[in-house]
């Protein structure tokens, strides 16, 4: 079955980086953009950024340009998030998502947590 | 940025009633507007997008209605396993989502 399964939970420090990890499977990656949404802890959803796994093109909420990137490696079906200049705020669970109408596939979630 | 504003926030409800939660667009957004459930612990699951089109396996007692930069989510009959947190989004410029309105028990 179509599914998105992402990399285990993080603890990272201020100022440092993070990377997600988002496996694609059941379907052929590179035919569908790749949203990233986060959830801080009790809030809502904040929509980061897509990504076309077909050519690698992205598009980026203006609050994350200049410290976010989404990439893919094709040869194994999965999309990257990576994150810079962590700070606390950054502490979230980091969603994947597949777009066909809207996000209607998501992966399981990583919580990424930035403590001293 | 399109700013998305849920209202109520939280509403109480009892199973069997008809719960209504609308959304507003600080600009048009036509057709694009999708509406999500989300339980404690678990991955946001979409319920309508285009506005009214119920995604595939999703319940008949919900529906979506609404254009340009008004819209509203309707349950009929509210399940005890509706009881959650519903967001919409609007993807037609970037994508924004609303802050959500929790359904509890009344």
């Known amino acids: 079955q179509v599914q998105l399964v992402q990399s285990g939970a993080e603890v990272k420090k201020p100022g440092a980086s993070m990377r997600v990890s988002c496996k694609a499977s059941g379907y052929t990656f590179t035919d569908y953009y790749i949203h990233w949404v986060r959830q801080a802890p009790g809030q809502g959803l904040e929509w980061m950024g897509w990504f076309n796994p077909n050519g690698g093109s992205t598009n980026y909420a203006q609050k994350f340009q200049g410290r976010v990137t989404m990439t893919r490696d094709t040869s194994i079906s999965t999309a990257y998030i990576h994150l810079t200049s962590l700070t606390s705020d950054d502490t979230a669970i980091y969603y994947c998502?597949?777009?066909?109408?809207?996000?209607?596939?998501w992966g399981q979630g990583t919580m990424v947590t930035v403590s001293s | 940025d399109i700013q998305m504003t849920q209202s109520p926030s939280t509403l109480s409800a009892s199973v069997g009633d008809r719960v209504t939660i609308t959304c507003r667009a600080s600009q048009s957004v036509s057709k694009w507007l999708a509406w999500y459930q989300q339980k404690p612990g678990k991955a946001p699951k979409l319920l309508i997008y285009?506005?009214?089109t119920l995604e595939s396996g999703v319940p008949s007692r919900f529906s979506g209605s609404g254009s340009g930069t008004e819209f509203t989510l309707t349950i009929n009959s509210l399940q005890p396993d509706d009881f959650a947190t519903y967001y919409c989004q609007q993807y037609n410029s970037y994508s924004t989502f609303g802050q959500g309105t929790k359904v509890e028990i009344k």
């Open positions: 285009k506005v009214s």
């Open positions: 998502a597949r777009e066909a109408e809207a996000l209607g596939i």
